[in-house]
Structures are given as C-alpha cells and as structure tokens.
C-alpha cells in the first residue's frame, strides 16, 4: 500500500475539527507557527532545512512536510543501530605508484652509458686511426724471406727534427741543419703465436752489414740512402726474418709522447751529463720531461760500453713508457688517455697495412718484454766505413732461426737490459 497520504502534495487546507497541519500532523503542533504556513512554501523548506539538520544531528522526527532522507555519513563514533543506512568509509590505503622498478632504471642508465661510450670510442677510434701517418716502407722484393711463426715488427727512431722549431731544437740539443736522415735506433720486436713472452731485440747502428744496391755497409746507412724501405730490406736479409709491420718515431715525436702522459719514472744508479744530448740527471728515482727522456734514450758517451750501452738504455726506457701508457690510472683516465693517444698518432709513422688496434697489441707486448742484443762477436770491428760492430753470425742465425720456427729462445742468447751503475 502507499504509506503517503493523499493529496500531499496538493495545497489542501487544512481540516476542520481544529486538526492543523498536513497528513497526520499532531494536533499539538497547531501552535507551531510553521505549521500554519501554506504547503510547498516557505514552511516546506524550512521544514525540509529543520528535518535535514535532525537527520544530521542522528534524530529521527517529523521535520516538515518531506520524507526523512538518510544521512550521507555516519555521525563520528555512531555505531551500528545508530539510525544511519552506510557505515563509514574506511580509510583508504594509497596505491603504489606504477612505474620502473629501481633494479630497471638502474641497467637502463648503465646500459645508456655503455652505449655513449661505445659511440664515442668507436669515433675516436677511426680518428685516431686516420691521424697515423702511413708509407709504404715494406714492400716485395727478390729473395724477400718467406713469412714464420708470430709477428715481426722493426721499430726505429730516426734523428728526423721534423715537427720542431729552431727554438726547440736549442733547447733539445739536437743541433741544426743535419743533412740526411739516420736512425739510432733500430729494434725488431717478435711477437710469438703460441704464447710464448714477446721478444725485444736491438741491432746496433753500427751493424757491419750488406746493403741491397750499396754493397757492406753500416746498418743506419741504408736509412741514409733509401729511407725506411731500404733498412726494412736489409734487416730482412741480415736477419731472415720477414718483417710485417713498421713503426718509425722521430725526436720530435718523443717528446710529444712522453709529455703526452704526463712524464716516465725513472731510477738511475747515477748521475748523468752529457752536454752533448744537452742531459743532466741526478741519481735516484725522478719523472723524466719530454726533453729529458730525448737526451736519455740519445746519450752514449758517459757509459763504457757506448752505443752498447744506449741500446739498453732505450729498452729499458720503451718498456717503461709502454707500462706507463698501458696502466690503469692512464687508460681510465681520459685527461690522461687521449693527450696521449693524439700524441701517439701524430707522431708515428707506420707501413700502409697497420692499424690502431695492432699498435696497442705493441704497446701491451712492450710492457714487459724479453730482452736482448743481437749477439756480437767484435765491437770494435775495422770496416772502410769505419769502426763497426760484427755480429757472432752462428749464434744469430740461432736466435733468429728459434723465433722464426716459433721456439723458445735459449737464455744464454738473452742478455736483458741493465741500467749503467
């Protein structure tokens, strides 16, 4: 049945009988002057207003002519039969925020960092590649020796002042308008295939030797009268041994290097002056400047044995400029590593089928290489070219033979490298 009254919601007087009010409205509420009001007017509101306001405060009563509504909310601490149809809303729990976990943005960063890395040292790479000055020193000739186990590489320093100045060539000592080129240094480095320690070995300046086209001669004239070409071949046929690779390093190109990382230390048993190669150095342990490794690796005459002494001394002086270049404070330091990356590549001159990465495969076997001098039978050997040194040619061709067939080259034939004490 509907529980409405009739006619609520028409604008009905009210009863006779003294009932006042609408529907069921208690006689005793006549009095109540909203009451009287016409429905629908300005007492249905305000009885519509007093209604919701008992409805909030949690009473239950008449309020005016409109049903009672239930509360939005439960009254604080109304407990259950407290007249409300909701209970109140329990408090809501944040949801975590989506998103990455931490261990994923972590490898993402790393993993962009990598990348970065790789493109930059990819570019750097090919430059560095591109700034090598290449020629085509090693080439096919007549009798040319045929290829042997592992790698052979003749490494030289020239006296070439190309790159300085006048004023640097004063300062350096190196001395002015010097007619030709020579190379005071002349090195093979064999690098074996099966394992074996990397091989360092000096051929004195002054190697009593034929020439192809010029007959005997001293080793650093066919530097003299070909270049580069020249002594590559006339190593080969001293040797037997089939050079692959050249690397040629001029004054200028030292210094360059050795300022490149920051200076190389070295520990002198004493003193040393030469006012030829413009040196002096104290005894003990020091960081030797550019233009100071120049007059070391160049000085001969304060030690006994002469060029046979300078040999070592060079030796001594590439391995600890390769460790140096090679060691972990230098190649993670890029402060350190590209000064003197750039100062590598600018200053070497290689043959036109050697690349950057086989360099660094050098610079890794000079670290700490095998050691030793062509072995010699006379020093001071009369030649018309002059005093020359002659080589003990049986055991050379057995230090030669055992690197080229890939054995293990006896200790008797290994000299090492001592610094003059």
Known sequence: MNEWPTGWFRDEKPPSGGQAGIGNTPAGAANEPTVRLPAGGAAAAAGAAGGAAQAAAGQRGPGGGWPEQPPMYAAPGAGPGAGTRYRAPLPRTPRPRLGRPPGRRILATVLTIALILLVVSGAMYFYLDSKLTRANVL???????????????????????????????RRLATGFDVSGHRSDTVLILHIPANGNPAVLISLPRDSYVPI???GWNKLNAAYSFGGPTLLANTVQDATGLRIGHYMGIGFGGLVNVVDAV?????????????????????????????????????????FAGQDLQRMQNQRLFLGALLRKVTSPGTMINPFAV???A?????????????HLYQLMQVAFA??????????????????????????????ALQLFSDLNAGRRVPKRLLTGSRLAG
Request: charged share 15%.
């Open 139 to 169: 080439v096919d000739y007549a009798k040319r020796p045929a290829a042997g186990a592992g790698q052979n590489w003749l490494i030289t320093g020239s006296d070439s002042r190309q790159g300085l100045t006048r004023a640097q060539e």
């Open 212 to 214: 192809p086209g010029y």
């Open 262 to 302: 920051g200076g190389v230390r070295m520990c002198l048993p004493r003193a040393i002056h030469d006012r030829a190669a413009g040196l002096h150095l104290k005894a003990g342990c020091q960081t030797l400047s550019g233009a100071q490794a120049l007059g070391f690796v160049r000085t001969r005459h304060s």
């Open 338 to 340: 590209v000064p003197a």
């Open 342 to 354: 750039f100062g590598a590549a600018g200053a070497l001159t290689v043959d036109s089928g050697t």
């Open 366 to 395: 000079l670290r700490n290489p095998e050691t030793t001098t062509v072995p010699i039978a006379d020093a001071n050997y009369f030649t018309p070219a002059g005093d020359a040194v002659k080589w003990d040619q049986a055991q």
